[in-house]
């Protein structure tokens, strides 16, 4: 898990663009028993970094 700050209007950009689904399994974030998160797609300490093009919501 990374420690990284998203920030606000970050958060909101991939939860909107994701249509509050999760990026994988397309399951609703209302139907979720936990909260989805976001994570990175490549780990940081894979060279990933924490930009829209490299976060999803899981």
Do not use: W
Not at 2 to 11: A, E, G, K, M, N
Not at 40 to 56: C, E, F, M, P, R
């Amino acid at each position: 898990m990374s420690t990284t700050y998203i920030p606000v209007v970050l958060r909101r950009l991939i939860e909107e663009r994701a249509n509050y689904r999760c990026e994988y399994c397309q399951l609703p974030a209302g139907v979720a028993f936990f909260p989805h998160e976001i994570d990175h797609v490549i780990a940081q300490k894979h060279g990933g970094a924490t930009d829209a093009d490299n976060l999803a919501l899981i």
